[in-house]
């Protein structure tokens, strides 16, 4: 499995690379970042930990390389950041470029069961498995068993709902403004029902991180969940992280910081970004 570097950009000390591969869960070519810290240049046998950043509605795998600011404290602690994109892209379904919460840029980390969304919409197979496999096949330098997972907003619900759904894979896992309990919100309906199908609630419910906190029991909970109080979908019921906290009452700790007059953007990411890469570094470096 080929990847084509498009560019190399230094950043904080180490390389943002933009690359693509032929992707066969989602059937089309799939670009992607990836950051290398310093630590990999210094010494090539030194193996670094990754964090996977999934990003919301409209996103590519730009959006958090260049407005997130995660490189800054990676390349502090040595780790490698994984910014994929979210959703396939050009596979010429009939509506799939038309709305900005559904179809390209609206993948949902799902993989589809209806058609014609089934074909290719595959982004939970392509971010759990193929894109992971590729990358630790093709640079060396990154550390396969020691994996995070972070996210904001659908990627927040990415992040959520994988960790949740695959005890041990991930080391640990935080969220800007997650789609926290999406069956019960705007755009996890209109998702869900055109991934899933109206009638599948069953497969809804494996899918909501809500729903799956409750279930869950593996190692006691360390999740960070920031969220603005100026969030306007926050605001309109878009996220509900009160039902998550609720759902997961009991099953260790989960760290929801409001923070004051902040909104949905990547200005909160940046602002907070140092915090989060911390909170991994703590699984991925100091209790590995
Ligand atoms: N276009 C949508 C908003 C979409 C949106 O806010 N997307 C967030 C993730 S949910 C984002 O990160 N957008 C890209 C950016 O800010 O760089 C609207 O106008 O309501």
Known sequence: ?????????????????????????????????????PQTTINALHKVPLIIYLAGLTCTG?????????QHAASQKGIAILYPDTSPRGLKIEGEDDSYD???GAGFYVD???????????????????????VFENFKEIDGERVSIFGHSMGGHGALTLFLRNPGKYKS?????????????????????????EENKEKWAEHDATELVKKWKGEPLDILIDVGTADNFYKQGQLL??????????????????QDGYDHSYFTMATFADDHINHAARYLLEKA
């Open 173 to 197: 896992v935080s969220a800007f403004a997650p789609i926290a309990n999406p069956i019960n919100c705007d755009w996890g309906k209109r998702a869900f029902e055109g991934y899933f199908g």
């Open 102 to 104: 559904f179809g390209s």
């Open 112 to 134: 589809a069961t209806r058609e014609p969304w089934s074909k290719g919409y595959k982004m939970y197979s392509y971010i759990t498995s193929e894109l992971p496999k590729t």
């Open 1 to 37: 499995m080929s990847v084509q570097t498009k560019a190399t950009i230094a950043s904080f000390g180490g390389k943002l690379l933009k690359l693509a591969h032929n992707a066969t869960t989602t059937n089309c070519e799939m670009g992607f970042n990836l950051y290398l810290p």
């Open 62 to 70: 730009d959006n958090g390389a260049e407005k997130g600011f995660f």
């Open 241 to 258: 992280p009160e039902n998550f906290v609720n759902a997961a009452e009991g099953k260790g700790k989960v760290n929801v910081r409001w």
